[in-house]
């Protein structure tokens, strides 16, 4: 390669960084824009070395128009409906150079199995260009990898970086590395069917509730599906993504609560009310306890297994003082204080937080 084309390539590299960073985070708001949930966003600027034996290997005659991949961005996903989601936004949103950019397990033939992913070829798209970040970055091009976790964990054992698994592996080996990846790609599938029996069950249960049927078990699912619709009726704002919710579903269960219409029985009237005049933010968590414990506190005290402590200066204690009220209220922080000493050593947990 010449002086001129080397002058290019550290002019190129130092342009690259920048938009490198800068689709990274393009990417990190459009999938959270469109509430696809991903692993990771990761990108990188080739270097100058391997970009100097790629111009080499590939015998690129005008390398500034011929390298595409300067710049590299990986997006890993959780599931394989996603990487058709992810698919379109990107036709959507950037200038696709389809001629380089391929399926690679349309590639396959249907006896192979092996590495799966797509992979496109862009620009920042003509949108972007009116934008003054962007003015200089623009008309360069960069890599898209989209894979979910297991075709990621594929092609990093077989031939990103693991040296056991590359290259051409004796016969029986060979074969049985690619059924293991067979069973990572029935797996990918069922996941992904798994995946959209959740969401049809969401459905169902938002549907049955707006129609006043909560005939429904209460579960992770359904509890949280409950709740949301809840807070969304009621406008209350919470704070906060609690991801298990098996502990609550259980106290739930101990306390007699194990279907929606149960549940929905013991909110306390005006509950919404004094939690928006309290006007601090809490969990499901904290709020379904609330209603456990102003339903009937003695009974949860008694019959409940938990691992929490209330902080007599939390707004759950200003809210259950609204809805136990003088001496009952005083016997309720008694027998509280009694059940917290017994274990002082273990949980001192504000119940508004993850537990």
Known sequence: MDDKNTAWLDDALRVHSRLTESIITVFENLLKANSIDFLTVSG???????ALEKIDRKGYKNPEKQMTDLSGVRIILFFESDVDKVSKLISNSFGVDNENSTDK???????????RSVHFVCTLGNKRKVLPEYSCLTDLKFEV????????????????????????????????????AGMLEIADRGFDELSAQIDEYKQSIDEKSKSGDYSVLIDSIS??????AWVEKNS????GKI?????????LSQFGVKTLEE???IIPKQYAKNYKEINEESTILGIIRDWMLISNWKYFLNNVTFQWSLDEESMHMHILRRFIKGNEFTDFMNELREYDALVDDGFELDFSEAS
Do not use: C, M
Request: hydrophobic share 35%; glycine share 2%.
């Open 44 to 50: 990188r600027t080739k270097d100058k070395k391997s």
């Open 105 to 115: 397990s349309k590639v396959l033939s249907k006896d192979q199995i092996g590495y």
């Open 145 to 180: 990898q989209v894979r979910t976790v297991l075709q990621h964990a594929w092609a990093e054992l077989a031939h990103d970086s693991n040296y056991k698994f590359s290259g051409a592996l004796p016969p029986e080996i060979e074969r049985k590395l690619y059924l293991y």
């Open 223 to 228: 509890l949280r599906t409950f709740f949301e």
């Open 236 to 239: 209350v704002q919470i704070t």
């Open 243 to 251: 991801k298990d919710l098996r502990e609550l579903v259980e106290e």
């Open 263 to 265: 549940l929905n029985s």
